[in-house]
Structure formats: C-alpha cells, structure tokens
C-alpha cells in the first residue's frame, strides 16, 4: 500500500478559499484522487488525477471551483479549493490507486489517507 498524509484543511467562511494537500510515500502508484464524506453521507468523488500524464476529472459539484494538481518531484497531491460553499463542508481523504482504475469509482482505490476536515460557515 501507499501511505497517505493530508493537510490543509480547517474553517472558512463561504467564498473563501483552502489548499489540501497529500504526501505520498511507499509503493507506486498512478492515480491519486479526493473523495468527502459529510455527516449522515456516503464518500463522493471529488476530484483525481492520472500521475502520468497528469489527466484529470472533477465531479460536477466542484468543476470551476477545485482545482488538482500535482508535484511529481515531491509525491505530493494538491486541491485548490475556490468560492467555497457550506454544502462544501466535509471531512476530505485522499486516495491512491493502480494506473487503469476508473478516476471516479471509490472501489478501485486500494489506499487512503485519515481525512482532513473542510468546514465552511455561511
């Protein structure tokens, strides 16, 4: 497995901004992704990345919005997150998966960071 450590998370007001980030060490790996998970709710895809050559996908909510990027030199993931909503407001994991998992599918991540915690006040 891949070990996952997010940071950045915290509280913001609506219409502000945060920066996830997620450092990657351990095995390979060739997708990282963001999934969230608010309470009473199920994990939602939020967005991903293919390491190689750096394809992305968002989830409708958030196109616009979020931002994924990556540093390939550091193993390290990033979400930009802009215009901030409280339906925003989640606990937010970084993934890992093999290179041909489908970007969106929570199944086919075999590896998961603790969380971090987004919330954004009205």
């Known amino acids: 497995q891949v070990q996952l450590v997010e940071s950045g998370g915290g509280l913001v007001q609506a219409g502000g901004s945060l920066r996830l980030s997620c450092a990657a060490s351990?095995?390979?790996?060739?997708?990282m992704g963001w999934f969230r998970q608010a309470p009473g709710k199920g994990r939602e895809f939020v967005a991903a990345i293919r390491w190689s050559p750096g394809a992305t996908d968002y989830a409708d909510s958030v196109k616009g919005r979020f931002t994924i990027s990556r540093d390939n030199t550091k193993n390290t993931m990033f979400l930009e997150m802009n215009s901030l909503k409280p339906e925003d407001t989640a606990k937010y994991y970084c993934a890992a998966g093999l290179a041909y998992i489908p970007l969106r599918v929570l199944a086919g991540y075999n590896s998961w960071g603790q969380g971090t915690q987004v919330t954004v006040s009205s």
């Open positions: 351990g095995r390979t790996f060739g997708v």
